[in-house]
Structures are given as C-alpha cells and as structure tokens.
C-alpha cells in the first residue's frame, strides 16, 4: 500500500517473527513488541502494562518506540531489495555413525531419540516401498498449514523416504507416509503433525483397510499406544517428516506450544478395530470401500480416558451414549468432539442407535457459546471516547459441529477416550504403492 | 642338569608369551577404526525469498492519521482502544482511527477496510500478534 505500518506483537515471539519477517521478504519491518499476555488482562492492566509501559527487549516506551518507527528514515539495510537464493546445504554428510548420530542431533534433524542413519542403501530399500519416482514431488509443507503464515517447504518421495529410515520404518509402511504426507487438492499443502500454535496441538491418524494386518498395525489392547512397530514407527516418522520437511518443531521459532504436548513425539495413530466394530468403518463412512486402504488425517488437543470426565458416572448402570453427549457438550469450540471407543462400549452404543450418523445427530451439541472470546467490552463511563466504539462480534470456528467416533482396542474392560481432534481429510494409500 | 631344564621352561614360556603379546597387538593393529559412512540429507527445500520494498517513513505525525486496525485477538479489543485514545489524550494533532478487521482469523481479509486504509490512512497499526 505504500503506508508504513507497524504489528503489535508480544515479545516472547521475537524469534519467530524476526523469521516469519524474513521469509516474506521483509527482514526490517518493524515490529512493536510489548509484554505479554494481553488476553484475559483489564483495561487498567494493559494501559499500565503496554501504553505505558516499555518494550521488554529494548526497554524502551512502547509508544515511543511506535512514533519513531513511523518517522526515522528507512536504513540501506532496509532499502535492500532483490532476491534471496536457499537451499536446503549438503546433500549428503560424511562421518562414522556416532559422530552423524551426533551431527543429526545437533542440527535438530531428530526428535532427540537416536535413529536409523539414512544411508543410501537403506534409503534405496526403503524406495522398494512406492513404485513412484524417488524424485516426485509429494507436497509443500509448513509449520502451520492455515493459510501462508509460515513458508512451504517442498519434498520428494526420496525425502519422505530419508525420514522413513530415521523413524525405523519398513518399506511397506512407506505408502502410508507417503499418502499422510501428500498435499490436499483443496490447498495443495500437506498436513503436518506438530502445529506452530502456542495451543499445543497434536496430529492424529486413522488408517483402515486390509494393510492394517499386512504391515501388522495393533488394534487390539493398547492400540493407541507405542505397543507395535507399525504404529510406533508410522506415528514418529510423521513428526520426523514435518521437523524435515516442514521445518516445524523448532522452540522459539516454529514451535511455540506454551505448555507442550508428549504426544507430539509418535502422534495418535489409531488403526480402527473393523473387526470388531458394530458400525462401519470410519473410512467407509467417507465414501470408501470396505478393506480400502485409507489413512485419515486430523489435528487437535489430543484424546484421554473418558474416565476422567466427572460426567462419566460411575456405576452398574452406565449410560454411555448420554456420557459422550455430556462430554461433547464440554468440548471446545476448535476441535469438536472426537470419540475412541473400545469395541464393548461400542456394543452399548450400538445397542441404542443402529448407526453412528444417527448417534452424532443426537449428540449435536448446543450452540456456541464463546464468553469473552474478542467480545467488544462494554466502555464505561471514564473511558477515552476512542475506547467507546463499538467492535464487531466474531463468529465462530465452526468445530463444534465436527464429531468423530472411531472404533479401536481391546475388550477387556468399558474403557475409552474422548477429545477434541478435528477431521481433515482421508486419503487412499495405495494410490502411493 | 635342573638349571638348563628350567632355563629352557623360561624361554619357552617367554617365547609364548611374545608369541601371544605380538598376536593380540596384531588383532588390535587389524581392528578397523570405526568406518565412516555417508548418509542423506532428511531436509525438505525451502523457497527463495523475494525482497520487498518498506514504505517510506513520514516527517512527523501532526495532522496525520493513524488507523489502528484490530484482528480480533482475545483482548486485542481493550488494547488497541486504549492505544487510540493515548493518541487523543497525548498527541490530539494526530487523528487516530479503531478499526474492527471483519472476517475470522488473523488470516482473514477485509477488502473494504484495506481500501479505506488506501485511501484515508497515513500510517497503520495492527494487532494483535498474540
């Protein structure tokens, strides 16, 4: 616009914008950076804490600080145009396994657990996994994948394969990363697992069809958790792939979790108990196959046992679908309600509603309510006029309507788990055989 | 007689006990240190970045306008307000304008106010970058 402007960022997210600035081209812009949080902080706290308070990194007015970026010349630096060539360094490194075992660590290529060193060799072995081209491009990759915040990075099948290798993957297993890893026709950006957001948020998958027993996925007890090769090794090297290939991960900069998420390491990777399930599997539910192979990909706050609900009353007499209403009902407004239910509280629910469309459809949960959620506050009477105009209400993600019921685990007990992940896409994994 | 018989004991265990002192320096002289091996970057590419042109700075900012533009950010509605009126109560020669942004996100666009902003706005502040 040819208007010079300056964002209001909190200095905590110095790192990362001094990064994001960079990447659209922008190193100097100057950004105000102020003490934080401002969220849940009054009135008196932010015209105390911010207005007159001082940048925390220079220690400096704030409002000092906004005149001058407004009125002091531009510097050369920040005169300099053209373009900025990258690449992504060596293609290869030299050295014995401990010292590249020690080098990937250092360059924050791993997830801090040792690994399989990508040799060429195995990398090759790995390839025997996909027919297609070790240099085909399978998508563009960021650390957040709403909208152009943060810069793509694109990869090859060999790449995905690199990272396959390094998480202690099989060559059969190579398709379902491939196909976790491919870009959405929708925005032809891939899904990464471990999000930008100072929420904390963690990826999920879903895999059904017939390779779930080909490459030997466990959906029986523990299936959600690290107690198989196949679901172990798949749900790191989807972490592996988005430190890689999308740059994701990196505190300060491209991770910003404030409080973290241990999920992250090996994601959630349910492969559905079909089985054993009275209902249609979930990727049947999508408008696939029966015995199709297809991995479905989502992102939230995570699932934990419905036990630690108070509404999940304990007693001889339980009303499970009533206790996942109550739960859906408590679920926040980003993610909705995702539901992992063990086969016998299956054979409750199933007991009750001949289908799970039926069963979302009674649970629909009550109208948004966002109390506080960037609401105008009303002025009082001793406020500056300017304080006084009005603001517009914000309308809603939409996630409430989003509910997802999965099928998985054991039948040894009526244990099961609920969350909030929200569904993104399913994609037919051997279309990446 | 007991004295060449124990010499010749000693000099055979000598002889065997060099024999296995120079075949284990052997095994360890034979002992490749480790090898090194070369492996594959596990990094995807990243984009080249096209320079962009700042906007020029203003003189000063009497008589000048300032739209301060909130994105919706929790909270970002008290900020950004008390932001425009520190403007009227401290530097009343300097207009300053609380524009709502329309649409959801921090990604959401607002044509409309864009195009005010174009035409109207002097200089601009934005927030909230969380």
């Known amino acids: 616009m040819g208007i010079p402007a300056t964002a209001i960022v909190l200095a905590e997210f110095y790192e ?27 009135r008196e706290q932010l015209r105390r804490d911010v207005i007159e308070g001082n940048n925390p990194i220079s220690g400096r007015p704030v409002m000092q600080e906004i005149f001058e970026k407004f009125t002091m010349p531009l510097t050369t630096e920040e005169k300099r145009t053209g373009e900025i060539k990258r690449d992504r ?57 709403t909208g152009d915040y943060f810069e793509y990075w694109t990869f090859t099948v060999r790449d995905v394969a690199v990272n396959a290798v390094m998480a202690g993957c099989k060559p059969e297993y190579l398709p ?15 899904k990464e697992a471990i999000s930008i957001s100072d929420n904390g948020f963690v990826g999920a998958l879903v895999i059904n069809g017939n390779i779930r027993d080909e490459i030997g996925l466990n959906y029986e007890v523990g299936a959600v958790g690290p107690y198989a090769h196949a679901n172990t090794t798949i749900g790191r090297a989807w972490s592996l792939m988005a430190i890689n290939l999308g740059n994701c991960g990196k505190v300060g ?26 209902f249609k599997p979930f990727s049947v539910r ?52 995702c539901f992992v239910l063990s086969p016998p509280i299956a054979n409750f629910v199933k007991a009750r509603f001949g289908t799970i469309e039926e069963l979302e459809e009674w649970l629909a949960p009550p109208p948004p309510q966002m109390p506080g959620f960037a609401k105008p506050k009303p002025a009082t009477e001793g406020d500056a006029p300017a304080a006084k105009q009005p603001a517009p209400k914000m309308p809603a993600f939409g996630g409430f309507s989003n509910t997802s019921i999965i099928v998985t685990g054991g039948s040894n007990n009526n244990y099961w788990s609920a969350g909030g992940l929200r569904y993104s896409r399913s994609i037919r994994i051997d279309d990446w055989r | 007689m007991n004295r060449h018989i124990s010499a010749a004991i000693i000099a055979v265990l000598c002889l065997g006990f060099f024999c296995s002192f120079t075949s284990l320096n052997d095994q360890a002289q034979a002992a490749p240190a480790e090898e090194k091996i070369t492996v594959l970057t596990p990094l995807g590419t990243p984009p080249s970045i096209k320079l962009k ?36 109560r401290e530097m009343p020669e300097t207009k300053a304008l609380y ?5 959801f996100g921090f990604e959401s666009e607002d044509p409309a106010l864009w195009a005010e902003i174009k035409e109207k706005a002097d200089a601009v502040i934005i927030g909230l970058g969380h």
């Open chain 2, 53 to 88: 042109n700042m906007a020029p700075r203003l003189d000063n900012l009497k008589g000048k306008t300032i739209y301060i533009v909130d994105n919706g950010y929790p909270s970002s509605d008290l900020l950004l307000t008390e932001m425009a009126a520190w403007f009227e």
């Open chain 1, 89 to 145: 360094g060596p293609e290869t490194y030299t050295g014995t396994p401990e010292e590249l075992q020690k080098l990937f660590l250092e360059k924050r290529f791993t997830d801090f657990l040792p690994i399989v060193l990508p040799t060429p060799e195995r990398v090759n072995d790995m390839l025997r996994g996909t027919s297609h081209d070790p240099d085909e491009i399978v998508g563009k990759m960021s650390p957040t994948n």
């Open chain 1, 286 to 337: 999508k408008g696939f196959e029966k015995g199709e192979n297809v991995v479905s990909l989502f992102e939230g706050w995570g699932i934990l046992s419905a036990a630690n609900w108070a509404v999940n009353r304990w007693g001889t007499e339980m009303d499970y679908p009533q206790i996942m209403k109550d739960i859906a009902a408590q679920q926040g407004f980003l993610f909705g309600s």
């Open chain 1, 176 to 190: 379902i990363l491939l196909a976790i890893a491919s870009a959405d026709p929708r925005t032809g950006n891939s």
């Open chain 1, 253 to 278: 900069t491209t991770y910003m979790g404030v409080i973290g998420n241990p999920m992250n390491l090996i994601n959630i990777v349910i492969a559905e108990n079909e089985e054993k399930s009275p």
């Open chain 1, 16 to 42: 990362q914008e001094k990064e994001k600035a960079l990447q659209v081209g922008m190193p100097g812009v100057r950004t105000q950076w102020i003490k934080g949080p401002v969220w849940a902080k009054t």
């Open chain 2, 99 to 103: 524009k709502r942004k329309g649409g």
